[in-house]
């Protein structure tokens, strides 16, 4: 178990331009998360994925945001067009399947939109 | 809908001193309940969990928590704090596929 590793930890990059995140879960967690956290507040959902397939994304998820995770694998989350409101730790998590399989997270990637 | 509520922000305790995090869970069906912390600039760390059977479940770093049905609480606690507790908490619930979290407690601990 090497843990979730989440790539780069962090980026800073100014508004208007794209920004894409990679996510490397637990090998043998085939459901994969991606969350949000900004200061003060809990992680907040933004979509998962079972395998390759994107099951779930929230409503509060622009068009600018897409994910991907092509070969089951690892996961990438990118950011069209970013803006200051996009500045946030960027989580990732993964877990096996199973009603009572937590979440294991990695470290996060700390995006800051100037 | 399914929500968690932690109703204190910010909690101080002196090292050595005991503690209790409270967490309020609404859901409909039996809930799947996690503690997790959170060091600055770290992800979240899976301190223990709550399925089914014993109310009362043991986690690491010496935490346990509590599930009480009957008040929709799953309350975390520790017998003495130790310096190295200084983190912020949450508590989440599961519904099996999604997980909500609470806006969590933030820990300082005194000498």
């Known amino acids: 178990d090497t843990g979730v590793s989440q790539d780069p930890r962090h980026k800073i990059t100014k508004r208007g331009q794209n920004v894409t995140f990679r996510c490397d879960p637990i090998s043998e967690h085939n459901r994969l998360y991606w969350y949000r956290q900004t200061l003060g507040q809990g992680p907040e959902f933004l979509t998962y994925?079972?395998?390759?397939?994107?099951?779930?994304k929230s409503r509060l998820l622009s068009d600018r945001f897409s994910a991907e995770r092509p070969k089951g694998s690892f996961s990438t989350l990118e950011i069209q067009r970013t803006e200051q409101g996009d500045s946030a730790m960027y989580l990732c998590?993964?877990?096996?399947?199973?009603?009572?399989?937590?979440?294991?997270f990695g470290n996060g990637t700390r995006l800051t939109v100037t | 809908a399914q929500s968690v509520t932690q109703p204190d922000i910010h909690i101080t305790v002196s090292e050595g001193a005991s503690l209790e995090l409270r967490c309020n869970y609404s859901y409909g069906a039996t809930p799947y309940l996690f503690w997790y912390v959170q060091s600055p600039g770290q992800g979240l760390q899976l301190l223990l969990k709550y399925f089914s059977g014993d109310t009362l479940v043991q986690g690491i770093k010496g935490f346990e928590a509590e599930f009480k049905r009957s008040q929709s609480s799953f309350n975390l606690r520790k017998p003495s704090v130790h310096w190295s507790d200084a983190a912020e908490y949450f508590c989440?619930?599961?519904?099996?596929?999604?997980?909500?979290f609470g806006t969590g407690t933030s820990l300082t601990v005194i000498p």
């Open positions: 989440a619930v599961s519904t099996g596929n999604q997980f909500y």
């Open positions: 998590a993964s877990s096996k399947t199973g009603d009572n399989s937590p979440l294991h």
């Open positions: 994925f079972q395998n390759e397939a994107q099951l779930e």
